[in-house]
């Protein structure tokens, strides 16, 4: 068995008769199961069910009813940020679930692999190029229907399998029937996105090329980001514009709270004068090589977000901030004074339900249990979870109509670990649920912790960063043995309906 490969690879009729028979069935297709939103999760969703030989149809809104973030009608697009984070599935979370992804089939890490732009340590992606690929390959498979409009409310009751994958921007009329069903509130919380730079328009006399600690990632030189350097004046006189700047009114959505991984600059900025330099703007790893004996005071990145290298976006600088004030802000860091910008920054509200409280360990509605929850709108936060989320959803889903039995991912996993927090892992519980259920990246403080401390060689316990480190080792290492070994139990992955032949 091997990898699928090629942006247009299609899979036959035939082949899908195969798939069938591996299953297990016969050649008669199983009731489809639907799967309401076709973004990161819906579509990965979509995919691992429909590579088991069930038919699937993906429903998508747009373009006939947009969004307030999305610009295309594109599935899997990214509407904020190109990057799918740390690749280093050693020492990070995120590399780890990258990991496990790849080794389950994953459509989305695939599409990513192939459509990486240089970003350091990081796995960023030419976003158009990236979206086109799944779209492609969604259309291509002949088990997949896709189908456009808007969903009124509730699915239709026939629809016996569902999978609501509607993200952070579900319509008003599906949320209002998913608060009915689930017997309470959703909860909300604001997403900002980053402003787009032009390239040419970047002052590269003031600016330079350099990764921090000239760290080459995935596809990378080790000088993939543009720096932009700011002394204390400068930097002052920023974070006092960006307090006073004329900023977006919310009217009814005052009160909802920030998600802490995603907040705008100015928020941070009225946190404290130093919340920056400490942040998004800190200068450690990085030296000026037009000024190398001056150390700057902050640093302003930017990432490359398209695969030609004309498009920057501001690390870490998702904003609510009107349009005139971002353009003239923004325009006071040094080597930005004459950008151009492809997009400026935006903000929109997220909905996600309470999951602890309403979910089943399989992401199964308890009210409704046809109904299956994947991706944002379940609480996880960011590409990559949502992804993984719409993975687990697929392989639950997939089994449920194959009629055989999956566990769920152990806990030592990063994806077993995420689904945990997502449906029943948080400590602080009142009534049976939890206390405050707020969105969460995948980190290593989801994992179970180890009894014995790490030691060096010579059985000396180590202390500090050693520690730190070798404690990240400890539980990837442990992680990527738990999921090989849950993998082949059963029979998923490159040994698995997860993949196909190819040549």
């Not at 705008?264 to 404290?272: F, K, S």
């Amino acid at each position: 068995m091997a990898r699928l490969g090629g942006p247009f690879f299609v899979v036959s009729l035939a082949r899908a008769d195969e798939l069938r028979y591996s299953a297990g069935m016969t050649t008669t297709s199983p009731s489809p199961v639907h799967i309401i939103g076709g973004g990161l999760a819906g579509s990965e969703a979509a995919w691992q069910i429909a590579s088991a030989g069930v038919p699937v149809v993906l429903h998508e809104m747009r373009p006939v009813r947009m969004t307030e973030a999305h610009k295309s009608e594109g599935y899997a697009e990214l509407v904020c940020s190109n990057s799918f984070r740390s690749d280093d599935s050693d020492m990070n979370a995120v590399g780890l679930i990258h990991h496990e992804m790849r080794g389950l089939g994953s459509l989305i890490m695939r599409a990513a692999d192939r459509h990486q732009v240089p970003a350091g340590s990081a796995l960023a992606v030419d976003r158009d190029a990236f979206s086109a690929d799944v779209s492609a390959e969604l259309a291509a498979h002949p088990l997949i229907t896709l189908e456009r409009g808007e969903l009124a409310g509730l699915p239709p009751a026939e629809w016996d399998s569902v999978i609501i994958a509607t993200g952070p921007l579900t319509s008003p009329a599906l949320a209002e029937g998913i608060r009915g069903v689930t017997g309470e509130e959703s909860l909300a919380f604001f997403d900002a996105i980053a402003p787009i730079v032009h390239r040419e328009s970047i002052n590269m006399d003031v600016a330079w090329f350099q990764s921090r600690y000239d760290k080459a990632g995935p596809g990378g030189t080790g000088a993939d980001y543009i720096n932009c350097p700011m002394d204390k004046a400068q930097y002052e006189a920023f974070v006092a514009a960006l307090i006073a700047g004329d900023k977006t009114e919310f009217r009814e959505w005052e009160g909802t709270p920030y998600f802490d991984g995603c907040l705008p600059i100015e928020v941070m900025a009225e946190r404290g004068p130093e919340t920056l330099r400490y942040g998004p703007m800190k200068p450690i790893g990085l030296t000026n090589p037009h000024n190398p004996t001056v150390k700057a005071y902050a640093i302003v990145q930017l990432r490359q977000d398209n695969k030609l290298g004309t498009l920057y976006n501001m690390v870490g600088f998702q904003t609510k901030l009107k349009y005139g004030a971002q353009a003239e802000i923004f325009r006071m860091i040094p080597g930005l004074e004459g950008a151009e910008f492809a997009r400026l920054g935006g903000i929109h509200r997220n909905t996600y339900l309470n999951s602890p409280r309403v979910l089943d360990t399989r992401l199964r509605l308890k009210a409704q249990p046809r109904l299956r929850f994947a991706g944002q709108i379940t609480g996880c936060e960011g590409y990559v979870e949502s992804a993984a989320i719409g993975l687990i959803a697929g392989l639950f889903a997939r089994a449920e109509r194959l009629g055989q039995e999956i566990t769920t991912p152990p806990a030592e996993t990063a994806l077993g670990a995420l689904l945990n927090h997502i449906t029943g892992g948080h400590i602080e519980t009142i009534d049976g649920g939890p206390k405050s259920y707020q969105p969460m990246n995948v980190n290593f403080g989801l994992f179970p912790t180890f009894e014995a401390a790490p030691r060096d060689e010579a059985g000396k316990r180590l202390k500090g960063k050693d520690k730190a480190a070798a404690k990240k080792r400890m539980i990837t290492a442990r992680a990527k043995a738990a999921m090989a070994e849950w993998r082949a139990a059963h029979g998923l992955g490159t040994a698995g309906l997860g993949m196909l032949d190819s040549d």
